[in-house]
């Protein structure tokens, strides 16, 4: 054919085939062969050839599991079961008292405990604390022979006074632990928190009693006695109190350790589960004393925070 003749009638040939096959494990694959030819000076061709695998589905349902299998899966507690002995739950009481702890003593309840070290900003630049072990030791007598005991005290102190409605007695407890405070910023530290503690429940957390109990505070409440005044007003038991608040208590400090030193947040968790049975003694003997059992012994802890108060440089209030 003359080339002027191929110019001037241009033509375009599509021949597609098309097989549709159904392989093993319901996947189909669809060829295309593509065959263009367009006639020119010259004649081109171009085959294209595509496959697009596609997954089938289909609308037989799963197998059911055999009945001996099921019935163990159920007896054992698996995917379809639950554990023996966990249906019963808590009661109404016991749930009201776990959330309300859990949500005054959460690190997102906003006291301002963030912004406090309670003198352990000094200790680490004193050299005092410089790792884990030196962190879990500070605050294991923190604990034990220092503010920790003595808050809880305050606290058992507080929640009977406020539950048997002993007006004297609530306001003898909340003078004697604002004047146990061993240092002014930790006086500015207790009460600050005790502030807001109190302030925030009786905007969103109010029950009656609870209004007639901070008036015979008459002044400044200090973090446990708050504490231990708002929980007495909600019936919380004072046992799950107390371990709750030192769980807090210590949680605070060790975050304002793991930003000091610095520590990792393996290390702190560490830290704070080697402390868990302090925690607990702590609040057993918290719960067992007396007023007159009050005393601290934890003279570098106490300095700490005095020698705070002149730091140059600081990242925290206390």
């Not at 006639?39 to 697009?52: E, H, K, L, Q």
């Not at 009201?96 to 352990?120: E, H, K, N, Q």
């Not at 968790?269 to 004393?289: D, I, P």
Request: hydrophobic share 45%; aromatic share 6%.
């Amino acid at each position: 054919m003359p080339a002027a003749a191929m110019i001037t009638s241009p033509r375009i040939i599509i021949t597609t085939i098309t097989r549709r096959m159904i392989i093993p494990r319901t996947i189909m694959v669809t060829i295309t062969t593509m065959t263009t030819t367009i006639p020119m000076t010259s004649i081109a061709i171009t085959s294209i050839t595509m496959v697009t695998p596609m997954l089938m589905t289909t609308n037989k349902p799963p197998a059911k599991p055999r009945r001996r299998a099921a019935a163990a899966t159920n007896a054992t507690g698996g995917a379809t079961g639950h554990p023996i002995g966990d249906r019963g739950g808590v009661n109404e009481s016991e749930a009201a008292a776990l959330y309300r702890l859990m949500t005054w003593l959460s690190p997102s309840f906003p006291v301002g405990a963030f912004s406090y070290s309670s003198g352990i900003e000094w200790a680490v630049e004193a050299g005092d604390i410089v790792d884990a072990a030196s962190l879990r030791d500070w605050l294991g007598a923190m604990l034990t022979d220092g503010p920790g005991f003595c808050d809880g005290v305050f606290l058992a102190h507080t929640h009977r006074a406020a539950a048997s409605s002993d007006d004297v007695g609530l306001r003898e407890v909340s003078e004697l632990a604002a004047a146990f405070v061993p240092s002014r910023e930790r006086h500015l530290e207790t009460s600050a928190q005790g502030r807001a503690f109190i302030d925030i429940a009786r905007s969103a957390w109010n029950c009656e009693g609870l209004d007639r109990m901070v008036a015979c505070c008459e002044g400044g409440i200090v973090y446990p006695v708050a504490v231990g005044l708002v929980s007495a007003a909600h019936a919380i038991p004072l046992p799950l109190t107390m371990h709750a608040f030192l769980h807090a208590l210590t949680s605070n400090w060790i975050s304002a350790g793991a930003r000091l030193i610095p520590l990792g947040q393996t290390d702190s968790q560490r830290v704070l589960a080697s402390l868990e049975s302090v925690v607990a003694a702590t609040g057993v003997r918290a719960l067992q004393a007396s007023l007159d059992d009050l005393g601290s012994a934890t003279f570098r802890a106490d300095l700490a925070s005095m020698r705070h108060e002149t730091q140059y440089t600081r990242l925290f209030r206390s």
